[in-house]
């Protein structure tokens, strides 16, 4: 595998992104948390969103992880 000029072979830039992606996931999830305790009223449908974006957030982990270079 070629070295990029940053020194990072393409398959470790790729995983990071992918685990960035995995954060900022986590992130937003936590955001419709405080969302849904901010605002009772919407609480259902915040809630449902936050699930949907941990569930992306595992699903980046895996993807970063079975395409490791060294995985």
Do not use: F
């Not at 070629?2 to 830039?13: L, M, N, T, V």
């Not at 995995?22 to 948390?33: C, D, G, S």
């Not at 974006?53 to 992880?65: G, I, K, Q, S």
Request: charged share 35%; hydrophobic share 40%; net charge positive.
């Amino acid at each position: 595998m070629k070295a990029r000029r940053d020194g990072a072979a393409p398959g470790e830039r790729v995983c990071g992104v992918i685990m960035s992606s995995a954060r900022a996931h986590e992130r937003a999830a936590v955001l419709l948390e405080r969302m849904a305790a901010a605002h009772p009223e919407e609480a259902e449908l915040h809630l449902q969103a936050a699930v949907r974006h941990r569930r992306w957030a595992e699903r980046d982990r895996e993807l970063a992880e079975r395409y490791a270079p060294d995985g």
